[in-house]
Each structure stands twice: as structure tokens, then as C-alpha cells.
């Protein structure tokens, strides 16, 4: 159990264009679920949080604007990034939090790719 | 500041060998200490959990310390197999009026070599 899914796992695009990125919770609701970013040999870095049908908690220096999120339903939350350039080519990694015996567990997706060329 | 620092950064290893991977945390109030495995290309996956009171937890071939006096863990794996070639995270949990809040470590790359 506990299994979060993420779509596309790779993505390239224009520079100019914009990106959406899904993240589902399959066996369980995630009233909160998180984005994360993450450059080559280098940790997660939060993003945003995102609670079911709410506005994002967005983290210092991270631009709301440019990164769209969505947490319409307690198994989809989506990230689209608009107007994407060449830096915000990374790793995005979500993950779901759900309850696992007496600990809020993180439950983290396998990751997508973004290039933008 | 909420700080989780792991050592080393990196570390080969020859298969079969053991090895031990080193984190210290300045992170308050704290809730719970998690050690992660990210392979390359894939979300991290999640090996131990310990709170406060507990000062080993074993997965398989993993073996994870904490002292939550010094604010250090170690995580130490037995006999390392390829499959274990990855970065290890050490993340540290502190308690929010809205929620558990994650502070990431650097992470440890490992590469186990044949």
C-alpha cells in the first residue's frame, strides 16, 4: 500500500511553454501533499504544500505564479510550471502524507524529469 | 535553524563490505528521525523511522542508531550488495502547530563496487 504515482516520469519542452505534472496518491486520501525540486547531487528542496482544497503554502523564494498547484481531490494534486526556461530544467519529486501507525508518513512519488531545451 | 548535516558525501565500497553513514541534527522541538534510499532517477523510499525513546531499528541488511542526546544517527549497512548503490537521505522531523515540517540532510552517495 501507500503508492504515490507521478506523470509524466520525463518531460522536455520549449523554452516559453508551459508543463503539468501530476502526482496521485492510488491507495490512500492525502489531504496534504508536497512538491519538492531537486538538482543533481543535491537533496530535495520544498517547494510548496498543498492541501486539499486550499491554496498552496509556498516556500521562501519560490515563485507562485510560475509554479501552478493545484489539490482539487484527496488523490491528485498537479503542478504546472508556466512559461518554463532552461533553469527550471530539475527533478520534481511530490509526496503524500498519510497516516502509517502512529506517524504522519511522507510517501514520495518516483519523480519527473524536466528538461527545457 | 532546523539543520540535518550527513557525512560523508560520498563513499565507495567494495560489494560484501560494510559500511556507516553519519548524521547530526540541530532540529527542534523534534518529532521523529527517518533515513531514506533515492536511486538514481527515483523518488527517495523509506527505511527506518525512530523516535525520541529508540535507539536502533533494523531493515534487512539496514541498521539505524539514533542518540537523541549528542542529536546524531548513523545508518549502517551489512554486507553491501550493488543494489545498494544510491543516495542515502537522513531527514528529521520536527513537531509544527500544522503539521510535521521534513528538514533533508545532503545526502550520502554510495557506490558499491563489484
Known amino acids: 500500500g501507500a503508492v504515490v504515482s507521478q506523470h509524466p516520469s520525463r518531460v522536455i519542452c520549449k523554452s516559453g511553454t508551459s508543463v503539468k505534472i501530476e502526482c496521485r496518491s492510488l491507495?490512500?486520501?492525502?489531504?496534504?501533499m508536497f512538491w519538492y525540486r531537486q538538482f543533481p547531487k543535491q537533496s530535495l528542496m520544498l517547494m510548496a504544500t498543498s492541501n486539499e482544497g486550499s491554496k498552496a503554502t509556498y516556500e521562501q523564494g519560490v515563485e507562485k505564479d510560475k509554479f501552478l498547484i493545484n489539490h482539487a481531490s484527496l488523490t491528485l494534486s498537479t503542478l504546472t510550471v508556466t512559461s518554463a526556461h532552461p533553469e527550471d530544467s530539475s527533478f520534481y519529486i511530490c509526496?503524500?502524507?498519510?497516516?502509517?501507525?502512529?506517524?504522519?508518513?511522507?510517501?514520495f512519488g518516483p519523480g519527473t524529469r524536466l528538461t527545457v531545451t | 535553524k532546523n539543520q540535518v548535516e550527513q557525512s560523508p558525501q560520498s563513499l565507495i565500497i567494495l560489494e560484501g563490505k560494510n559500511c556507516t553513514l553519519q548524521c547530526n541534527y540541530t532540529v527542534s522541538p523534534f518529532s521523529n528521525l527517518r533515513w531514506y534510499k533515492q536511486d538514481t532517477g527515483r523518488g527517495p523510499v523509506s527505511l527506518t523511522i525512530?523516535?525520541?525513546?529508540?535507539n536502533t531499528k533494523s531493515n534487512g541488511r539496514y541498521t539505524a542508531t539514533l542518540d537523541a542526546d549528542t542529536k546524531q544517527s548513523s545508518l549502517h549497512i551489512t554486507a553491501s550488495q550493488l543494489s545498494d548503490s544510491a543516495s542515502y537521505i537522513c531527514v528529521v522531523s520536527s513537531i509544527k502547530a500544522a503539521g510535521n515540517k521534513l528538514t533533508f540532510g545532503g545526502g550520502t552517495r554510495v557506490l558499491v563496487k563489484p
Open positions: 525512530m523516535t525520541f525513546s529508540e
Open positions: 491507495d490512500f486520501q492525502a489531504t496534504t
Open positions: 509526496s503524500a502524507r498519510g497516516i502509517s501507525g502512529d506517524f504522519y508518513e511522507q510517501y
